[in-house]
């Protein structure tokens, strides 16, 4: 039977980095769960890559439709931005375990969907300063920066993932990225351990 490894972590932890070396990894086969996104897409993404994007009338519809998994909403400078997960053919534990990236919120609400012991935490790890510093690169990078929506994430980051959250959401391991490949050595350990 396979499982859902959701890698978790603030912003600019490099979570995605991890995620797209985990799936070169031979000695863990995973697929991929594309998540779906209302926000803009940013410089360098790929529709059906990263996400799918999709509208709040798209958001509606699937909700309507009884296929959203787990669902997020952020109120941004920008305006409502949700991100979610859809049950879809995509997902087959039966045959495949998958990864896919998310937050606490969205760690529970899949346990909730899928049962506990379906579901795998990966938390990532990084300095504060090291990571505010990742994020303005990369917003410098965009064509229209959002600096302020950066300000609010990496406040909101505080709250999202607290030690009191950790807990709830019985988060016991964490791997800290400030070596990169030492880092995904141990993740993918973790995960072959795990996943049989």
Known sequence: MGKIVCLMGKSSSGKDTIYKRLLEQKNVPLKTIVPYTTRPIRAGEQEGVEYHFTDEEGFQRFLRQGNVIEARAYDTCYGIWR?????????????????????????DQLRGFYGADKVLPVMIELDDGVRLQRALDREKSQDHP?????????????????????????????FYNDRLESCLNEITDYLRERLG
């Open 83 to 107: 991100y979610f997960t859809v049950a879809d053919a995509e997902i087959d534990l039966s045959t495949h375990s998958y990864v896919l990236i998310g937050t606490l919120e969205a760690y």
């Open 146 to 174: 959002k600096y302020e929506e950066l300000c609010r994430r990496y406040l909101a980051d505080a709250q999202d993932f607290s030690e009191e959250k950790l807990a709830l959401s019985k988060i016991d391991r964490t």
